[in-house]
């Protein structure tokens, strides 16, 4: 069966979620799909799991050496049959309809290139928090800016817009997400599934837990050179101040300052 989808998964030590991310994925309502795990130099029982989950033929494992993210999506996906790139997490989970509704959505419009979804927050505890999206191209492209609103492991893409716009970029590493969509939106619009069909887990040990200011001075190096590009007005660097006052005054401070200005939020 050729696939229409492909679903790339990175996994690195993921051996108490794995399990649930791939079912959650082998059990979607479209079936014309693949599912590419790519184990990233996993030290614990992750290969053991995945072995257990290879009955179904769609479950296909790549292992490589401890090389990061970035360089697990681009092998996964350069292997990739599928028309259109689905991301997914190892520590993530998603309902049966996601991929059938993002695909809908991609073919009914040629000018889409990335289709993110709403999603819900899953707490240690199990409390789900829902996210909610812009829910056009136009509000989509000017939150974006701000930051970076999607759930990395929400989005479906054409693999043709992907090897167009050149794949993940190792120097964006933390936020090539991020980076991706603005080249992505090159090409094409961005569209939503408004549907809460994806759930991201918190937890310390996530990407944005552990690299909170790394990420937030690539994000002014990507936000200032949008705006050398022309793509945003200079009037858009009132979107820098906060994510400026993160890296040079630290997180603790802003934390003062919150609760200081008894604000909900202040970053």
């Known amino acids: 069966m050729q696939p229409v989808v492909s679903v790339v998964m990175p996994a690195y030590n993921a051996e108490k ?3 649930e991310a791939v079912v959650s994925i082998l059990n ?17 029982q992750t290969g053991l799991v995945l072995a257990r989950l290879q009955a179904d033929s769609r479950l296909r494992v ?3 050496k401890n090389a990061g993210v970035v360089a697990a999506l681009n092998a996964g996906i350069a292997v990739a049959a599928g028309t259109f790139i689905a991301r997914a997490d190892a520590d993530d989970y998603y309902s049966p309809s996601r991929l059938s509704l993002q695909r809908s959505v991609l073919d009914a419009d040629p000018r889409v290139s990335l289709v993110y979804t709403d999603f819900f927050k899953v707490y240690p505890d199990g409390t789900l928090t829902p996210s909610t999206t812009p ?6 492209m000017t939150s974006l800016f701000r930051g970076n609103f999607v759930m990395h492991s929400s989005v479906m893409f054409r693999r043709k817009d992907f ?26 619009k961005m569209a939503r599934v408004g549907d809460g069909v994806s759930f991201l887990r918190v937890h ?15 994000g002014l190096k990507l936000r200032w050179s ?6 945003y007005p200079v009037s858009s660097m009132v ?27 202040y970053q």
Not at 204 to 209: K, N, W, Y
Not at 226 to 231: E, G, H, K, V
């Open 163 to 188: 090897i167009q716009a050149g794949g993940y970029r190792p120097e964006w590493k933390h936020i090539e997400d991020w980076e991706l969509w603005f080249r992505l939106t090159l090409l094409g």
């Open 204 to 218: 310390d040990g996530s990407v944005s837990a552990k690299h909170e200011i790394f990420q937030a001075k690539a």
């Open 226 to 231: 949008l705006i050398q590009s022309q793509r």
């Open 62 to 64: 790549l292992t490589q």
């Open 135 to 140: 829910d056009n191209h136009d509000d989509a």
């Open 239 to 265: 979107h820098m101040i906060r994510p400026a006052l993160k890296v040079f005054v630290g997180k603790h401070a802003l934390s003062v300052a919150r609760k200081v200005l008894g604000r909900k939020r």
């Open 28 to 44: 979607q309502d479209l079936r014309e799909i693949e599912l590419i795990v790519v184990d990233d130099g996993s030290t614990d």
């Open 17 to 19: 979620t794995i399990e």
